[in-house]
């Protein structure tokens, strides 16, 4: 039995919390948040846990194996660092850091130390997601040739980050789990439109190594909750909007083909095929992610949403900020 202490409970810490204690082989141990009223409230529902002010009474306690770190961004560095120093296998929510230089140091940190590090890049684990990477897999819709997606909603505005890094860890994750290569190219454009100092609607294109576009919009001002990406390939189209409640993933088995005649006049085909909902299989991604988690620390394997990958997303991210303050 592996012991867990988490580390913040605002709005996302909850959710972990709940997950972890339905795991089989971890006990949910400690809580730390700097909000007393937060725990008191954890404290109903999970009577038997541990709660503290101070999250270091967590990372000193040497019966704790796991730590998840569920606090804001600017935290994630130091909060991931103490505790891998301190022997203790680490679950930080995502972006990793704000930064590729203390990405990069609890990576090699972890590595020296043979602790596991993982990112919460939660809709890797989701069944939408999965099925996905299942089809493009098999070559269905043949080659991919560009993705969209559109993350959007009125809100939640955040004070420390601005809209790419609070929801484009989520696309740039999915995208980089679905397509094999490396991402090659980064474009980014965005606006502050509420508050001066803030991007709050922001445009990321992605190139990556075999040649496939990715379209990402991130909005927090938008009168719509969108959650869509497509990716239309050289055989086949498949939908995912993960606001329907059943039926989240469509493939479309369109495409269109270019002839050309002796005369080099064009012309294209439109092959209309069959569309279809492929069954999901009805599992919480985050219970997937944290069960993961544990069977790599029990197993001493590298996740699949290892540091080095939240790593990835985070040199994305930085790199877009480069750009949108040019
Ligand atoms: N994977 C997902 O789908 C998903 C969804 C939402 C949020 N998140 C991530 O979860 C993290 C937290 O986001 P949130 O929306 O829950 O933020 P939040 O502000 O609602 O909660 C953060 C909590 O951390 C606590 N905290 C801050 N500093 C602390 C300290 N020094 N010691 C102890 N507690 C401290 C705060 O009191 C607060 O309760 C972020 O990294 C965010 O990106 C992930």
């Known amino acids: 039995m592996l012991r867990a202490g988490v580390i913040g409970c ?6 972990i919390i709940r997950n972890i204690d339905a795991l089989p082989n971890v006990e949910l141990t400690y809580i730390a948040d700097l909000d007393s009223n937060q725990l008191e409230s954890i404290k109903k ?48 929510e995502k972006p990793l850091t704000d930064g590729s230089k203390t990405s990069l ?19 890797v684990y989701s069944s939408a997601v999965r099925k996905m990477k299942e089809i493009i897999d098999t070559g269905e819709i043949g080659d991919v040739l560009y993705i ?22 989520h696309d740039i994750s999915i995208v980089s789990y679905l397509l094999n ?25 992605l190139t990556f190594s075999n040649g496939e576009k990715v379209y990402i919009m991130n909005s927090w001002l938008y009168p719509e909750k969108i959650r869509k990406m497509v990716v239309v390939g050289t055989k ?28 080099g006049k064009y012309s294209y085909n439109y092959a209309q095929g069959g569309e279809y909902a492929p069954e999901l299989v009805l599992r919480e991604a985050l219970f997937v992610e944290l069960s993961h988690f544990a069977d790599c620390v ?9 540091g080095r990958k939240g ?14 303050n040019l």
């Open 311 to 324: 790593l990835n997303v985070v040199k994305v991210l930085e790199k877009s900020d480069m750009l949108l």
């Open 45 to 92: 529902k999970f009577p038997y846990v541990n709660t503290t002010t101070n999250y270091r009474d967590i990372i000193k306690d040497s019966s704790i194996d796991l730590v998840f770190i569920v606090t804001p961004v600017s935290t994630h560095y130091s909060f991931a660092k103490e505790a891998l120093v301190s022997g203790k296998h680490v679950f930080v």
């Open 105 to 123: 140091e609890l990576c090699q940190l972890a590595e020296s130390k043979n602790l596991v590090l993982m990112v919460g890049h939660t809709f």
């Open 10 to 15: 605002g709005y996302w810490g909850p959710n």
């Open 236 to 263: 086949g189209n498949i939908v995912y909007d993960d606001m329907e409640p059943e039926n989240k993933v469509k493939v479309f088995n369109k495409h269109v083909e270019l002839t050309c005649d002796k005369n």
């Open 298 to 306: 029990l197993n001493n394997q590298e996740p699949l949403t290892s």
């Open 181 to 205: 290569g490396e991402i090659i190219n980064v474009e980014a454009y965005g606006q502050r439109t509420v508050n001066p100092n803030l991007v709050d609607t922001a445009f990321l294109n």
């Open 148 to 169: 969209t997606s559109n993350r959007l909603n009125l809100g939640l505005y955040q004070n420390d980050i601005n809209v790419l890094w609070d929801l484009a860890p």
